[in-house]
């Protein structure tokens, strides 16, 4: 019962995707998701530098590119280096405003996308929208960097375990699958998150999220890692665009990526509007009964 449900909520999120014109939001999605993926990353820099860790900020940019399709690694890993190498803090201080209103850019078109997926009407003020967007740019940095601290420090905590417990190393696999296991968690968390913050509040803040959510973390991961075969074996860019292959290829993968956001989104909406529903049926026929009992004890006679 639970899988058919499902179902019929997923055919209803594609059917929606299509009328609430999911592929242009997207396409406007993956160009503004490439916008502010490089502010994004001067900002994570300058965060890590502020809080005396700038190892950290660097190797959070080395495991974001070890996520991406080596043919996108490609693309970005050249100016995503001469971001970190570049060492100019006054730069990385002055342009941290433009940065900022970049990266938040993208997280506003992504709450115009959540908006049209519940058809809200009336979305907050744009200060209060902006604000918004900022304040979960510097979040998600600072998020990052924590979650990549303890990232990082986990093999070396299990280095010395091993020093201490040489009978641990058995489980060394084991100690790698929980910690790849904690990353696609936190991961998961992330995109809980973002949903929450961008959705709209009309029909109570506790709308159910977790369903899209996992639906695009699933789809995530297969783009992830079936976008490298099809660059391999069946595109051909360079035949087409020539030289700006590589920045069409990425294009095309943050496309891909929005597309499930999005879908997750829609998800997320019909679910939402499924159990609205049936609140509201419930609490109407609820007041019809207790009508009911209060007519039947009116016409009651008396003794």
């Known amino acids: 019962m639970l899988t058919i449900r499902f179902v019929r909520d997923l055919i209803k999120a594609v059917q929606n995707f299509l009328r609430h014109d999911g592929l242009v939001m997207a396409g406007h999605l993956a160009f503004l998701s490439v916008l502010g993926l490089f502010p994004f990353l001067i900002i994570l820099v300058a965060l890590a530098g502020l809080f005396g860790n700038t190892a950290v900020g660097a190797q959070a940019i080395v495991i974001f590119l070890e996520t991406l399709p080596p043919e996108i690694q490609i693309v970005v890993e050249g100016p995503v280096t001469q971001i970190v190498a570049s060492g100019q803090k006054g730069a990385l201080t002055l342009g941290l405003v433009g940065a900022l209103w970049a990266a938040s850019s993208a997280i506003e078109a992504a709450r115009m996308a959540i908006d049209r997926a519940y058809e809200a009407g009336h979305p907050p003020a744009f200060w209060l929208r902006r604000l918004q967007g900022i304040g979960l740019v510097i979040a998600g940095a600072v998020t990052m960097l924590l979650g990549l601290s303890s ?120 679910v939402a509007d499924r159990k609205y529903r049936a609140r509201e049926a419930a609490a109407k026929a609820k007041a019809h009964k207790k009508q009911m009992q209060q007519a039947s004890a009116d016409t009651r006679p008396s003794d």
């Open 151 to 270: 990232f990082i420090l986990g093999p070396l905590i299990w280095d010395g375990l091993l020093f201490f417990i040489p009978n641990l190393d058995r489980w060394t696999l084991a100690a790698t699958l929980i910690r790849f296991g904690t990353s696609t968690a936190l991961m998961y968390l992330a995109v809980l998150a973002l949903f929450f913050g961008l959705k709209p509040r009309y029909r109570g803040r506790f709308a159910p999220i977790g369903q899209g959510a996992f639906l695009t973390l699933i789809l995530w991961l297969g783009i992830g890692s079936g976008f490298s075969i099809y660059l391999k074996n069946f595109a051909n860019y360079d035949l087409t665009y020539g030289s700006l292959a590589g920045a069409i290829a990425t294009l095309m993968f943050f496309y891909l990526l929005n597309m499930a956001f999005v879908l997750g989104a829609e998800l997320n909406a019909v």
